[in-house]
């Protein structure tokens, strides 16, 4: 196997970390409250200090593997991930483990901006670059899934610790493959500092934003602390625009938001996003409550969908190579509408065989949005790949979280206006929640199909940094 390929294998190990602690420690959360004695604040906040500092500190990530290097960069970033993993996994304190958690979202706000960038890099072949870019998906979609299945087989087989731990032994292969097989194309060094009033701004927005939609519902979405939040997160957003627009080194350049299709992909990846989390999140609540799921059946149940996501994620650019990214990208969008609009119909005598053919459809249609991250690549210059990466991903994770906290709130809302018995109202409320959900991700159908249908919508400038030759790789 050629080293690029290798490389590959490197960086879907590092993003397959990343994405497994979104969701890993969820179903394992009784067994740490029983072990550490910790307040339901405490239970929020291990969930939630991961989730808060990824997203905050993405675009910082994504700059620092521009100035910095992303060699440089991913290797920092595994270093820190792995280091705050083994300290999670031995944590005996509610404090250690959430300053754990923490800085687990530090080393993957380094690691996730910096996967796409040394894809970019090391598969400078179009071709060869989509077959890699849809590999990487695949894994990522598979991580969502076995997430769950991980952390309850773990945590009722083995100490809870472990569903940390492990990512130690994965940190250490990933290290070793990763000297030995990443050579990162190097562009002229640019005599440029790290933006910092961007960077600042860009932080204080998405950690606001990120922190509102955490405990918006908690708190109240209209008490002071959210609404505060949500006014700072504005404040931070007016900031950045205001210091990029000023700056002659800006961390992204503004004017790719006139393109349309950098802003496209960008809604079309963020609705994807929002349905992929906010269905899983509320699907597995109705296994659990509906169906009688145990944690670990509830997240086995997940792995048909995943695998069929990650086997067409994989073969999609080619699907999209044959007949064009923007019809193969609202199709995605489309089935994914029309499986969740399908899953409305399940009731409280439904078995696991009568919701299989929607999981399936859904996972079908999730797979097939892969090219679209390719498209947004590719109206970057080179030497804006890290941040690129880095707002692809801060998407990824702000509409997650919108698809968790909209439809948790228009459930929460549809329940309590409901009456009868609890199931009754609950599987009501579901309902109606995934027709919402539907209705939204179709807006993504003629959003994808406007503004993906041509690759050449970018500047010249910014094509013909794509294009350009690259120096001597950096050993």
Do not use: K
């Not at 740490?32 to 990824?54: H, M, P």
């Not at 627009?245 to 938001?257: A, Y």
Request: proline share 5%; net charge positive.
């Amino acid at each position: 196997m050629q080293r690029r390929w290798w490389a590959l294998v490197t960086v879907a190990l590092a993003t397959f970390m990343t994405y497994l602690d979104n969701n890993v420690v969820n179903v394992a959360l009784p067994t740490i409250q029983r072990d550490l004695g910790l307040t339901i604040s405490g239970l929020e906040w291990i969930v939630s200090a991961y989730i808060l500092v990824f997203a905050g500190l993405l675009l910082v990530g994504g700059r620092l593997a521009d100035v910095l290097g992303v060699r440089t960069t991913f290797f920092a970033g595994l270093g820190v991930f792995t280091v705050a993993s083994v300290t999670a996994g031995l944590a005996g304190s509610q404090e250690t483990l959430i300053a754990a958690r923490a800085f687990q979202g530090v080393g993957a706000a380094m690691l996730a901006p910096t996967a796409l960038a040394i894809l970019r890099a090391i598969f400078p072949d179009p071709r060869e670059r989509a077959t890699a870019v849809g590999i990487w998906s695949a894994v990522g979609a598979l991580a969502l899934a076995v997430g769950p299945l991980t952390g309850g087989l773990l945590s009722e087989n083995a100490q809870w610790g472990w569903i940390f731990l492990i990512n130690a032994p994965i940190g250490a292969l990933t290290a070793i493959l990763g000297f030995l097989t990443i050579r990162v194309p190097r562009a002229e060094r640019r005599r440029t500092g790290l933006d910092l009033p961007g960077l600042v701004s860009s932080a204080v927005a998405l950690f606001a934003l990120t922190y509102a939609l955490i405990e918006g519902e908690s708190r109240g979405w209209g008490s002071a602390p959210i609404l505060g939040a949500f006014g700072l997160a504005a404040a931070g957003a007016v900031a950045f625009v205001v210091a990029e627009s000023r700056t002659g080194q800006p961390m992204i350049d503004l004017s790719l938001f006139r393109v349309r299709v950098f802003v496209g992909g960008m809604l079309s990846q963020g609705l994807w996003s929002f349905g992929v989390f906010g269905i899983y999140f509320f699907t597995a609540l109705y296994l659990q409550s509906a169906l009688g799921f145990s944690p670990i059946e509830a997240g086995a149940a997940f792995v048909p969908m995943a695998l069929l996501t990650a086997a067409v994620a994989a073969t999609s650019p080619r699907i999209a190579g044959r007949f064009g990214t923007a019809p193969t990208v609202a199709t995605g969008l489309g089935v994914m509408a029309v499986a969740i609009a399908w899953l409305s119909s399940a009731g409280e005598n439904s078995g696991y065989l009568d919701l299989l053919p929607w999981f399936l459809l859904y996972g079908a249609g999730a797979g097939l949005l892969v090219p679209l991250t390719n498209v947004v690549l590719n109206v970057m210059p080179a030497d804006r790949a890290g941040v690129a990466s880095g707002v692809l991903n801060v998407s990824r994770e702000v509409f997650g979280l919108l698809g968790i906290t909209i439809l948790g709130a228009i459930m929460s809302n549809r329940q309590s206006s409901l009456t009868g018995a609890p199931m009754h109202t609950f599987l009501e409320a579901y309902r109606f929640t995934l027709l919402i959900a539907a209705a939204i991700i179709l807006v993504g159908v003629p959003v994808s199909l406007y503004s993906l249908r041509t690759r050449r919508t970018a500047p010249a400038s910014a094509a013909a940094a794509v294009e350009a030759p690259v120096a001597e790789p950096v050993g």
